[in-house]
């Protein structure tokens, strides 16, 4: 997940970062350092101006892309970008928004205009929707989407006008840190022993079990979405799920804690590795510190 | 509820501009101080001190309670703090703040002797409390409260005691029959706060080569300069020369060059308030002492040998 | 109480230091690895907890919240001394909102300071862990928050105080902002003469230099470690 950048010293104008800028790429550091004494580099997140220079505000390392210099922090919270896809709780229902808890710095925004209201993509949202807010989403519930828009404040809003996106059932939530988690082109991966893995860049993962009509589909033709959006997406009903799924949905949310424990990256690969590795172990002995190292530390091997 | 004012935007770049200049809004420098004025309108202990259009009312009372377990041979005091909407439409709750650095400035520094408070040790001592009503803000509510609690202080005396040593029974004399007795006073600690700001408004000027952003330090803020000062610095000294207490927190940072200089004005106007407190103090003495009328209308008064 | 020899002929201090020697000073980060950022401070006998939770959402503000447990200091203390925390507190809360490197914090951020020892300088044990659990939780910062103590004996300044030297000599806390000799924080509590004042400021501040660096190789130390792992795992 390093930003590696090459060094284009020949294209840089007449910048000696090779000389006035003792780091090189991915040095390490902290909160008061001047990473270098040129002002004319972009300031990145991490950084700012002070009379000596450009300064380190975090402790991580220092990243250069082209002319943004930035620091990243090897923790912190989970920091949204355009496109992201994210796994949110609601906290409040306010008018015509709900507001979300994603794990960053400041809650996300659901707006009414931005979910699929029951009955098709086309219908507009009249009055009642907004009184009937709580029908649809209310304190507690989980539900994946894609973030629209970060805009300053840290306030970010959310969109889940997608049959990808909408209300989580039928399964258990896991929460990382958010650094560990691999981007990559899909989230909903299928899992051994009919579990299915929803994964959100903001840390929070959802197993679930695997529904016959696999809500991870491209975009459908409008007609199958007016289909397909009603009441019932919405509902807070579990379906039955036998104690096998349960045991392996355990399994593996004890294997993705393991995998974050030792700090591994998390992508269905690595998981699925974990979850090979741990089928040795007796799944009351899957939370144990040391059987948890032992299954991190197969499955990077293996995978 | 309300809220204190916010600063409005155009008023504070216009004052930030003539305080560059060395000016203020009612026209005085940046080290001068408001005129203070001293009044005692009632019993003894009973202060309004007025600082401009800071106005503070303080009323020392005592009594005779038992001593704390494990400080038996020490009295008590404290200093309970007032600040309703009387002094300012956004008040409404006390400030732990004040309070602390006022008992700081008088209890901590001994201003007051605990140990002359003690009747009995281990079962009767005075309760020395002193209540500020702030009666008028305008600014600078500690160094007012400070001059006035220590002015009520000196101004304060209690009725003297009899004590039965077969009973340990304690009894209060009636200032009739004997004078009151003041309190031990070991030194006078007089506050000052020093308000800050950046003499430009960017905080970080790219340009600027010095580390040291130069700063603007005033004294005696009006409300008005405090609702934008950078921070603020408190010192409390007392005539000899004697730092009380000092509190520095946030803003940008000072050299100890600078708090040394405050700390120099700081002593100067101790001096100058703790002599204008103990003038004050002896004109009321006098006011109240009958023997002194009688002296004044003496018809033999003494001749200046020429 | 039996009478310690505050300075002996020698020139040694009770506890065998010489007059400008800081006490043992150790911290870690990331003790905590489930809050947002964490760390523990000891400075001599003076032990101090710090978890930052944030920021989350809410106003931009910082609360910070110190808690003394009764069997911190040599005898059990029932009474708590609440006007004094709030005091220190509000300290703590404008000097590390100044030191903040955005122009508003990025949310609400929780400050929880755990004192588990005391054995004097308080106030400099919880603003370097503040300082060090801030910077692990990723808060940005212009820089570290030095804080350390030093008094006045006869005309002999002291570095960093313990208890029973704060008991009977005058003395002040100062913070510093990183390398800079200027003064951020000041609290001082005792009766000092003004002419003292310098040296001991001066002793101060070159007290939060040493502590600087140690809090400085801490927190590369703990990033390297990092570093390493997460190469190791591929991340």
Redesign the interface.
């Known amino acids: 997940m390093s930003l590696l950048v090459t060094r284009k010293s020949n294209n840089l104008n007449s910048l000696e970062i090779n000389d006035s800028d003792d780091y090189k790429n991915n040095a390490v550091v902290t909160p008061g350092e001047v990473v270098t004494e040129e002002v004319t580099w972009m300031k990145g997140h991490g950084t700012f101006t002070d009379s000596r220079g450009i300064k380190a505000s975090l402790a991580g390392t220092v990243t250069r892309v082209n002319k943004l210099i930035s620091v990243r922090p090897l923790k912190g919270r989970y920091q949204p970008e355009v496109g992201d896809h994210v796994i949110g709780r609601v906290l409040e229902v306010g008018l015509k928004r709900w507001k979300i808890e994603i794990g960053a710095a400041q809650a996300g925004t659901l707006m009414l205009g931005s979910i699929n209201l029951p009955g098709g993509i086309l219908r507009r949202k009249s009055e009642s929707d907004e009184i009937q807010m709580r029908e649809l989403l209310k304190e507690g519930d989980l539900f994946n989407a894609e973030v629209q828009g970060v805009f300053g404040h840290g306030t970010v809003h959310l969109h889940t006008r997608s049959l990808k996106y909408g209300k989580l059932r039928n399964g258990f939530l896991v929460v990382v840190p958010s650094q560990l988690i691999v981007r990559s082109r899909s989230y909903s991966h299928i899992l051994q022993s009919g579990v299915n893995m929803l994964v959100g860049i903001n840390g929070m993962i959802w197993l679930s079990k695997q529904t016959e009509e696999p809500s991870a589909v491209d975009t459908p033709a409008i007609t199958r979405l007016e289909e397909e959006t009603q009441w019932s997406i919405y509902s807070d009903e579990n379906e039955f799920i036998p104690p096998i799924t349960r045991s392996s949905i355990a399994r593996y949310a004890c294997c993705i804690k393991a995998l974050a424990a030792f700090e591994a990256p998390i992508s269905d690969s690595t998981v699925n590795a974990a979850y090979e590795a741990s089928l040795q172990y007796q799944s009351e002995t899957l939370m144990n510190p040391e059987i948890q190292n032992n299954i991190a530390i197969m499955a990077l091997k293996s995978s | 509820m309300l809220r204190a004012p916010l600063p409005v935007n155009n008023s504070r770049k216009f004052v930030k501009e003539i305080l560059n200049e060395g000016f203020r809004i009612d026209s005085r420098s940046l080290t001068e101080f408001r005129p203070v004025q001293i009044e005692f309108p009632g019993d003894y202990g009973v202060v309004r001190y007025t600082q401009g259009n800071t106005k503070v009312l303080v009323s020392v009372s005592a009594e005779l309670t038992q001593p704390f377990e494990d400080r038996a041979s020490e009295g008590m005091f404290m200093v309970t703090t007032e600040l309703n909407p009387m002094a300012a439409p956004w008040f409404n709750q006390n400030d732990?703040?004040l309070?602390?650095i006022i008992?700081?400035a008088i209890r901590?520094?001994?201003a007051l002797d605990l140990e002359s408070l003690c009747v009995i040790a281990g079962k009767v001592c005075w309760r020395v409390r002193a209540d500020v009503h702030v009666l008028e803000f305008d600014g600078n509510l500690i160094d007012a409260i400070c001059a006035a609690v220590i002015t009520a202080l000196r101004h304060y005396r209690h009725p003297d005691t009899a004590i039965d040593h077969t009973t340990n029974d304690v009894r209060l004399i009636p200032t009739k029959e004997r004078n009151p007795i003041p309190l031990n006073i070991l030194h006078t600690p007089i506050s000052v706060t020093f308000s800050f700001y950046h003499d430009n408004d960017e905080l970080?000027?790219?340009d600027?080569?010095?580390?040291?952003p130069s700063h603007i330090c005033l004294c005696d803020a009006t409300r008005e300069e405090e609702s934008f000062r950078s921070?603020f610095?408190i010192v409390t000294?007392n005539k000899s020369?004697?730092?009380?207490?000092?509190?520095?927190?946030?803003?940008?940072?000072?050299?100890?060059d600078a708090?040394?200089d405050c700390?120099?004005q700081s002593?100067k106007r101790a001096v100058d308030l703790t002599d204008f407190i103990e003038t004050k103090l002896t004109e009321d003495s006098n006011l109240r002492d009958p023997e002194w009328k009688i002296k004044l209308a003496r018809a033999d008064n003494t001749r200046i040998a020429s | 109480m039996s009478r310690i020899e505050i300075f002996n002929s020698e020139g040694f201090r009770h506890d065998g230091r010489r007059f400008d020697e800081l006490r043992n000073f150790t911290c870690t980060i990331g003790d905590h690895p489930n809050l947002d950022g964490s760390s523990s401070v000891k400075l001599g006998a003076t032990k101090v907890s710090c978890m930052v939770v944030g920021p989350y959402n809410g106003p931009p503000r910082l609360n910070f919240s110190i808690d003394v447990t009764p069997f911190s200091t040599f005898e059990r203390q029932a009474r708590k001394n609440e006007k004094r925390l709030q005091e220190l507190q509000s300290l703590l809360v404008t000097s590390f909102t100044s030191a903040c490197a955005t122009a508003e914090l990025p949310g609400t951020i929780d400050v929880r300071i755990q004192v588990l020892a005391q054995d004097g300088g308080l106030v400099s044990a919880c603003t370097n862990a503040a300082t060090l659990a801030l910077i692990d939780a990723g808060i940005p910062m212009k820089d570290y928050i030095c804080a350390c103590s030093a008094g006045i004996y006869d005309t002999t300044p002291f570095l960093d105080l313990s208890n029973a030297e704060e008991t009977d000599l005058s003395f002040l806390t100062i913070g510093a902002l990183g390398n800079d000799s200027d003064v951020l924080m000041l609290l001082l509590e005792n009766k000092i003469p003004a002419d003292h004042l310098p040296v001991v400021m001066d002793m101060a501040l070159s007290g939060t230099q040493l502590v600087r660096q140690v809090m400085d190789d801490t927190v590369r130390y703990y990033t390297q470690q990092r570093l390493a792992k997460r190469k190791l795992t591929g991340l």
Do not use: H, N, P, W
């Open positions: 732990s703040f309070d602390r008992e700081k901590r520094s001994a970080l000027d790219e600027e080569s010095d580390t040291t921070f610095l000294i020369k004697e730092i009380c207490q000092m509190y520095k927190s946030g803003g940008f940072q000072l050299s100890t708090i040394i700390v120099e002593y």
